[in-house]
Nanobody
């Protein structure tokens, strides 16, 4: 089992910034962030492997940055130039032994 503890999130005006953090209870090769807006499916935001191979959704490229502190088993998501369409519940994800584990989710609300 893997426990994921998220922090960060909140409400911000368009153009603002927020930072999310997620600490894992184990050393995880690939960690990342997904989001789910009301009435929509959960979608990939960004992932990063332990060796820093990174994937971003097209919608966040150039605005969001994922990073990791491997010593702390923690992944971060720096979100800049936020838009109202970024409003969603953001979930931390860890893929461990071919299973997906999820954080509890944190709300991000961007007002226009």
């Amino acid at each position: 089992q893997v426990q994921l503890v998220e922090s960060g999130g909140g409400s911000v005006q368009a153009g603002g910034s927020l930072r999310l953090s997620c600490a894992a209870s184990k050393d995880i090769f690939r960690m990342g962030w997904y989001r789910q807006a009301p009435g929509k499916q959960r979608e990939l935001v960004a992932t990063q492997t332990r060796d820093a191979t990174t994937t971003y959704a097209d919608s966040v490229k150039g605005r969001f940055t994922i990073s990791r502190d491997n010593a702390k088993n923690t992944v971060y998501l720096q979100m800049n130039s936020l838009k109202p369409e970024d409003t969603a519940v953001y979930y931390c994800n860890a893929n461990y032994l071919w299973r997906d584990f999820w954080g509890q989710g944190t709300q991000v609300t961007v007002s226009s």
